[in-house]
């Protein structure tokens, strides 16, 4: 089967194109102030509305040849996916609720309602038998992130809190912010070639509502003249550079509670002999995102010059971006769709892609725009699923979760085979390496493949027993060092070598234990001198 990679360059050409094109504004057209339009957008604080995103994959066909069925099947069912969002409350930031579904392929189709506050979310999925939950704190965080450990560590009470910025007031500097920004960023976006406007009436949430239409689309040719355009406007502009920066620096200059609500040092306040003025720090920014404006435009030019094989190859008028925005008389976006789609009509270059083509649609429709907005909130029982307990569990575990009936249990299970384990040691391994004693035996150590496989091992110090107990085939086996006899399940059955302490390691025979728990074995020469153990089961 072939084997397919994105080269950096085309993948990074191309985030840096659609990323561009996502946040375009344009002069004004028909009355139509695009550029207060696109502030507006990102002012919202709260709103009522629904979403939808939309992957489609053209699979090569040509690539099936040699795909196990199960992966083809697998291929096929994300190749055609769909994220739809209803009754999405925004109250602020932190504040949502929301019910969707993730529909794949034609048919399967799961349900899930989320419910999310600054301190907790809770998302009740269609086929779980319960809740899942998630600690949205600063210690729920770390705690999930592995560093709860933090925790422990001595406080410095002599140390005043930092006071903390409430809502509003970082609601207000944000606002204050995006303008400055935006009198650069925004103001110098160009006009799309092919862009109309047009008065229309929509319906929003039901209700017919008289808005501006526009329309604009581009090819990858044209894409690709936006962006130099855009860039070559940003580098023009030193002027309002230096305008937004120091807008940007008055800001922070004149909010203190920034710096100590984020427990660092203020730069603009008074230094010693050897610290930069405000002035000097002013300067040395806006050089830097000049030269780094400067320099990005160099990188377009020089791509033109030496590659441009590379830029045809993407922006081809195979490649196009449309998009709709409804825009109402308060200049706020009620209703927009965004749609990629590159199907190429040549032939690809080799290892590029692994499929013929594809489209993205994005949607969305909104209401009650900085209005007031109460969201549902979330709230935990003691029956809920933390995801900190469901990180730490093994597949089939996660499973019992789910009702075997449900869509969502056959996708788990089989389609993601998330009950699947898989076990491997490499030749070079010196931490509890598998050992092949004479006799060409392979032994695995004991303890670390039982754990990983999600059992338990205990040792009893009256017996001198070793206990293996695996929860997923409720298997319990019985063993003892320098015995080479085993109780399964209450059968006694000899092994083909005896259980043997290694530098304070218990070693057992790799085929007896596999046998044993449902698991297969085996050997994979990578090369002359790097072999592969591994140890998988279904279960």
């Excluded at 070559?232 to 004149?254: P, S």
Aim: hydrophobic share 40%.
């Amino acid at each position: 089967m072939r084997k397919f990679t994105v080269r950096p360059s085309k993948l990074m050409i191309l985030l840096l194109a659609f990323t561009l094109v996502f946040v375009a504004g344009c002069q004004a057209i028909s009355n139509l102030d695009f550029n207060t339009v696109l502030k507006n957008a990102m002012k919202v604080t709260s709103s009522e509305s629904k979403q939808s995103v939309e992957l489609k994959l053209l699979l090569d066909e040509s690539l099936y040849e040699g795909i196990p069925e199960e992966e083809l099947a697998l291929m096929k069912l994300v190749s055609n996916l769909k994220l739809q969002l209803d009754n999405i409350k925004a109250q602020d930031s932190s504040h949502v609720s929301l019910d969707g579904s993730l529909i794949l392929g034609n048919a399967a189709s799961i349900k899930f309602n989320l419910k999310m506050s600054d301190t907790l979310a809770v998302l009740e999925l269609e086929g779980a038998k319960q809740p899942f939950t998630l600690d949205l704190t600063s210690e729920g965080l770390l705690g999930l992130a592995g560093l709860s450990d933090f925790e422990d560590l001595p406080v410095d009470d002599s140390t005043e809190a930092a006071p903390a910025l409430d809502e509003a007031a970082l609601t207000a500097l944000g606002h204050q912010l995006l303008d400055t920004v935006g009198s650069f960023v925004i103001d110098n976006l160009p006009n799309p070639e092919r862009i109309e406007v047009k008065p229309v009436n929509e319906p929003i949430n039901g209700t017919s509502t008289s808005m501006m239409h526009v329309h604009f689309d581009l090819n990858g040719p044209e894409l690709w003249t936006w962006v130099k355009k855009y860039v070559d406007a940003l580098v023009a502009d030193r002027a309002g550079l230096d305008k937004m920066v120091a807008g940007v620096f008055e800001i922070l200059k004149t909010n203190p509670d920034i710096w100590n609500a984020a427990g660092t040092i203020n730069p603009f306040e008074e230094g010693g002999l050897d610290t930069q003025s405000p002035e000097e720090i002013l300067k040395e920014t806006t050089d830097g995102l000049a030269m780094l404006l400067t320099e990005l435009q160099g990188e377009l030019q020089l791509m033109e010059e030496e590659d441009q094989e590379t830029l045809d190859e993407i922006f081809t008028k195979d490649l196009t971006v449309k998009a709709d925005v409804y825009v109402d008389n308060k200049l706020d976006i009620r209703k927009q769709s965004f749609e990629v789609s590159y199907v190429p009509s040549g032939e690809l270059e080799y290892d590029v892609i692994p499929f013929k083509g594809l489209s993205i649609k994005l949607e969305s429709e909104s209401w009650n725009v900085n209005g007031t907005v109460k969201a549902d909130a979330p709230v935990a029982s003691k029956s809920d699923l933390s995801v900190e307990k469901l990180m730490d569990m093994q597949g089939y575990q996660i499973l019992k979760h789910f009702d075997d009936k449900s869509v969502a249990y056959d996708l788990l299970k089989n389609k993601l085979h998330i009950n699947k384990q898989n076990i491997t040691w490499y030749s070079y391994e010196y931490y509890n390496p598998v050992i092949v004693t004479a006799n060409h035996i392979t032994l695995v150590p004991l303890r670390d493949t039982v754990e990983q496989l999600g059992g338990k091992l205990t040792y009893d110090a009256k017996t001198k027993n070793l206990k293996i107990v695996d929860e997923a085939t409720n298997t319990t086996i019985t063993i003892k060092n320098g015995s080479d006899t085993a109780v399964v399940n209450g059968k006694t059955v000899k092994w083909s070598f005896p259980a043997t302490v290694i530098d304070g390691v218990t070693y057992v025979p790799a085929r007896n234990l596999a046998t044993a728990l449902k698991a297969k074995i085996g050997w994979t020469d990578l090369s002359d001198d790097m072999r592969i153990f591994t140890l998988d089961r279904e279960v």
